[in-house]
């Protein structure tokens, strides 16, 4: 699950997988914006064929907050 994690934003974001670590920030490190966060967000839920609901989100800040969400469900 982390590796397709990791593709999808390293795709989004036109990054490398190997510069994405878990204490990577959306904001502060990847330079997302909030349209990139919701665009990410959809394409996970379609292919990871999950639903996150928007107070889960709010606390997400890195790859790793995002993948212990994940990996709750």
Do not use: H, P, W, Y
């Not at 390293?10 to 510069?19: L, R």
């Amino acid at each position: 699950m982390k590796e397709k994690l990791l593709a999808i934003l390293a795709e989004q974001i036109d990054m490398n997988v190997s510069e994405l670590t878990d204490d990577k920030r959306f904001i502060e490190d990847l330079d997302m914006d909030s349209l990139d966060m919701v665009e990410m967000t959809v394409e996970l839920e379609q292919e990871l064929d999950c639903t996150f609901e928007q107070e889960d989100l709010e606390g997400i800040k890195t790859i790793g907050d995002l993948i212990g969400l994940i990996e709750k469900d």
